[in-house]
């Protein structure tokens, strides 16, 4: 069982910075694929970034070169740092952690891009 904890969200200007975290528990962190997804009000998540182990990354097409996802397996910890940021960034995130058939989900933090 892992549990998955997100906090950094919040309210941003547009052009503006915010780095998502997500603290894991458990052992066997390193084991796991590690993602962020995104929900908007009536729509199914979809996935925004995600790293194996060690690193290799992947993102949706409408935030590269934006977001940068990272892991830090020695503190359980993955990371979104976002940058330049637009107003349809707005959402609530999602972290996710998968392993062969186990999947596992934070409870979500909102990011609200604004002026």
């Known amino acids: 069982q892992v549990q998955l904890v997100e906090s950094g969200g919040g309210l941003v200007q547009p052009g503006g910075s915010l780095r998502l975290s997500c603290a894991a528990s458990?052992?066997?962190?390193?084991?796991?694929?590690m993602g962020w997804y995104r929900q908007y009000p009536g729509k199914q998540r979809e996935l925004v970034a995600r790293?194996?182990?060690?690193?290799?990354?992947n993102y949706a097409d409408s935030v590269k070169g934006r977001f940068t996802i990272s892991r830090d397996n020695a503190k359980n910890t993955v990371y979104l740092q976002m940058n330049s940021l637009k107003p349809e960034d707005t959402a609530v995130y999602y972290c996710?952690?998968?392993?062969?058939?186990?999947?596992?989900w934070g409870q979500g933090t909102q990011v609200t891009v604004s002026a």
């Open positions: 458990g052992s066997t962190f390193s084991r796991y694929t």
């Open positions: 790293i194996t182990n060690p690193s290799t990354t």
């Open positions: 996710n952690a998968a392993f062969l058939i186990a999947d596992y």
